[in-house]
């Protein structure tokens, strides 16, 4: 089955513990992503990556860091979490970054940084 | 820039009666259009999408959506809301060269 899968599903810490959320999709999508989703605001994106190695800031990355050093998986780490990073997290693939083709998400991350 | 907006971030109706969901768009160049739909407490998945074909788009669970250029509008409709289809729906503008974007989202409410 085509899916993208997201660890841990809820998350509980504190400030300044470090923490890593994975990210791995079975579909070979080479382009891969990050969403916050708070109330009021939708979707903003954190990071993106076009391919293996190539990373790039999204609108929202403060905080944040990717790594992409294989095609299927795709981490979000926060190093130094603060409580305004607590929101509910979706990591994506699609085949490209734009045109035609459709997002698939995970099932989120809810993370409550205390 | 591309952008969309979603007019109403709440829209009620009772079981059986028409849903509306209203997204426009803007886009200089011909857009990909889509809706995802997100039930509590899971991730965003695919209702349906535009992709310069058909102007009348019809996805999963009965839902549809009509491409209209003229109005840049892409809005989503069911003719009989069942109380299943309460979630939150988001309509999304691609373009080749340029991300994704995705309008603020409407949660629909099905009143018994």
């Known amino acids: 089955e085509a899916q993208v899968t997201q660890n841990p599903r809820y998350l509980i810490t504190v400030t300044g513990k470090k923490l890593t959320v994975t990210c791995s999709q079975n579909?070979?999508?080479?382009?891969m992503s990050w969403y916050r989703q708070d109330p009021g605001l939708g979707l903003r994106q954190i990071y993106y990556s076009m391919n293996v190695e190539v990373t790039d800031k999204g609108d929202v990355p403060e905080g944040y860091k990717v790594s992409r050093k294989e095609k299927r998986n795709f981490p979000l780490i926060l190093e130094s979490p603060s409580p305004n990073q607590t929101s509910l997290y979706f990591c994506?693939?699609?085949?490209?970054?734009?045109?035609?083709?459709?997002?698939?998400f995970g099932p989120g991350t809810r993370l409550l940084v205390l | 820039a591309q952008s969309v907006t979603q007019l109403g971030s709440h829209v009620s109706v009772s079981e059986g009666a028409l849903v509306l969901l209203r997204c426009n768009y803007s886009s200089s160049v011909p857009p990909y259009l889509f809706w995802y739909v997100q039930y509590p407490n899971q991730g965003l998945q695919l209702l349906l999408k535009y992709t310069s074909a058909a102007t009348l788009v019809k996805g999963i669970n009965g839902f549809e959506a009509e491409f209209k250029k003229s109005e840049t509008s892409f809005h989503l409709t069911k003719p009989s809301a069942h109380m299943s289809d309460a979630a939150e729906y988001f309509c999304?503008?691609?373009?080749?060269?340029?991300?994704?974007?995705f309008g603020p989202g409407t949660r629909l409410s099905v009143l018994p």
């Open positions: 579909m070979n999508h080479e382009y």
């Open positions: 999304a503008v691609s373009n080749l060269g340029q991300n994704f974007v």
């Open positions: 994506a693939s699609s085949l490209g970054p734009s045109g035609p083709e459709s997002r698939y």
